[in-house]
Structure formats: C-alpha cells, structure tokens
C-alpha cells in the first residue's frame, strides 16, 4: 500500500460521540478509523490546507475551523497493533515534519500507551483526566502538560472539553525547550533531571488562553499541515513560543500550576521565587511562604538542585549583577548591594566562586 489514506478529524470524532451517545458505549480511536475505513469514509488525496485559516477570535470558532483538518491514518491502518504499544518517531508522526498538531477526541475509549517523543497537552476549553502509572490529575483550561518520552499514560478528554496535542521529535524538543532556559543552568538542570528521571517525568504548567494564544495555536496546525518552504522550522518556532508563554508562568504565581501531589511543580514554583527575589530571600520566609519546615526544606532544596539554598541565591544574585555589569556604570560595591550582598567582599568572593573571575575583569570582559 503506497497511496496515504487520509480521514477527516470531523468524521472520526461524529463516529466516537455517535457510539457514546446512541450506543451508550465509548469504543477506541482505532476501532472508529477501522469502521470508517471499511465504510470507505477516507480519501487518498490531502485536502489542500489554506495557508492562512479564517482568523478565529475565540476558542470554539477555531474548534469548528480544526474540525475540518485531516488525519494521516495510513500506519494505523497497516500496523494498527502499534498503536497502544510503545509508538516510535517513525511509526507514523514524523514522515516530514519534526512536530505535528492535532485535537484531542472527546468521548473516546482511551488505552496506556507511550512513546519515544514527546506530547505536550493543552486544556483550551472545560477539563481533562490525565492519567499516569501512579497518578490522576484533573486538568482545567490553561493547563499545559509536557510528557516526556517513555511515559505510561492516557488522556480521557471530559464530554465538550477541547484538548489540543502537540507531539515533537524528542531532539527537537530538547532544542526548542532547554534553548529557552539555557542561561539558567539551576533551572534548565532541574527541569531535565524531572523530564528524564524515571518517576517525575512530566510537567505541568498554566497558560491564560487569550486570543494572542490562539492565534500561536492556529499558526501552528497552519505550518504543521503546509508544505511550503520552512514550513517545518517555522511551526518549531511557534510550538517555541507557546512553551515561553509556559514559562513565564514561573514568573507570575497566578499562571504556574502547583497541584499538592506534584512536588516538582511545587519546587519549580520555589527555585523561581529564589531567582526572582534572590536579593532579598530568606530560607525562613521561603518555608513559611510554601508551608515546609526551615530545615526539612533547606534538605530538599539540596536533594533536588544538587545545591544548597546559599549556592542558590548567590548563583541568582550574581546573574542578576552580570546585567548590571554589562549594562551600567554603577560601582562595583552599588551593584554588590544592590544584588543583596551586605559587604562587596562577600560580593566579590561570591563572584569569583561561581564565574571564577572577579566583577571588574568580566565588566572589562563585556566591553
């Protein structure tokens, strides 16, 4: 079989909801793609995907527009077996592009499964059950999950909650994530040991989702589905910029979801409120703000950075006086306390410790 064979998101998801709603059973993605394939409900031609979708203001006119997009089905129709085992890059996701964009589907009988790349979810309208070997979480609007690959899980998509799901080739991912935080190495060092270890292994994050964000949503199914030049780096660039809006969640507490049984949500939350206020930032007013015992907590900043609550504030105060370094004529001991250091030779022994040269040859350094 050489020819792809294509479905439209349309038809398979009124199949799904036709055998919830009048059969009063939900049946799985694959056996709705196998009915409509034996019913001749396929195409072997792609519809041609305009290059700029109508501009959709709101969530469920971009919904109803997306409904009308395709599914390549071919390797599920020739190996459907693989479907729920553990998928590959090259099973069936990554024929041309380094990511892919689709939507979730509501009432569908949902399996474990994992696989070698990565799955990023985002909660655009209602909630979704989001389930793990050792946990289950209720996901609510705004909430964007990164999984990781190797991951046992399912997503259940609660009845008329619109989920999307971007899936990225994992060296892509790396590129695109870690890039974002790649001058943060406290940062980009905890979030990797949490997407690489073998028990916390996904995160999640909140997103408001304004028009700004649906209009990076539709540019990305737009580049994912096009076969224009660049199509492929330029839906990467904006899968980029949807993580960086994630990301800035960190910095704003109303915006990074911390649930009570994620503690590496939670810590994430921490290691931002060290950066953010490392001029000013006690252990003790830090364990009180997140309800830890002064010690207990000081141990487990330990336990999951590799370092002490010190190294870490004076890691974030001396990244903070680089700036001021490079782009001021403050003097040396304004910056040191401006940064939060109480004498600038503590400033400068801090300096000198963590960058190994002193503030005054990496300011004529920057020149």
Do not use: W
């Amino acid at each position: 079989m050489n020819r792809r064979i294509y479905m439209s998101y349309n038809a398979i998801q009124k199949y799904l909801s036709f055998c919830f709603f009048k059969r009063h059973q939900k049946i799985s993605l694959l056996d709705a793609i196998l009915h409509l394939y034996q019913k001749s409900n396929y195409s072997y031609e792609l519809p041609k995907t305009p290059n700029s979708l109508n501009k959709s203001h709101d969530i469920f006119s971009l919904y109803q527009c997306l409904q009308n997009l395709h599914v390549d089905v071919t390797p599920i129709i020739q190996k459907p077996q693989q479907l729920y085992k553990n998928v590959s890059e090259s099973y069936f996701m990554f024929a041309e592009k380094d990511a892919k964009i689709l939507l979730q589907f509501q009432n569908e009988l949902v399996h474990y499964h994992k696989h070698d790349y990565f799955e990023i979810d985002l909660v655009l309208d209602g909630e979704t059950k989001f389930f793990t070997d050792n946990s289950v979480s209720t996901i609510h609007k705004g909430d964007l999950v990164i999984i990781s690959p190797s991951t046992s899980h399912k997503i259940e998509v609660i009845e008329s909650s619109i989920v999307i799901c971007i899936v990225m080739k994992k060296s892509t991912f790396d590129n695109s994530f870690f890039n974002l935080i790649k001058a943060d190495n406290i940062l980009a060092d905890f979030f990797n040991k949490c997407l690489y270890s073998s028990t916390e292994n996904y995160l999640t994050f909140n997103v408001q989702i304004t028009e700004k964000i649906l209009e990076i949503i539709q540019n990305i199914f737009i580049e994912s589905y096009s076969s224009l030049p660049q199509s492929n780096a330029i839906c990467c660039d904006y899968i980029s910029i949807l993580l960086s809006y994630a990301l800035r969640g960190l910095s704003e507490s109303n915006n990074f979801k911390t649930y009570d049984n994620d503690l590496t949500n939670r810590f994430a939350k921490i290691i931002n409120t060290i950066k953010v206020n490392c001029d000013t930032v006690k252990l003790k007013d830090l364990a009180q703000q997140y309800n830890y015992d002064k010690a207990y907590l000081g141990k487990l900043i330990s336990k999951k950075t590799g370092h002490s609550f010190n190294y870490l504030r004076n890691y974030y105060r001396i990244q903070k006086s680089c700036n001021l370094l490079k782009y001021t004529d403050d003097s040396i001991n304004s910056i040191s306390e401006q940064v939060g250091y109480s004498s600038v030779n503590s400033f400068e022994r801090s300096f000198q410790t963590i960058l190994h040269l002193t503030p005054s040859a990496y300011r004529r350094k920057s020149e």
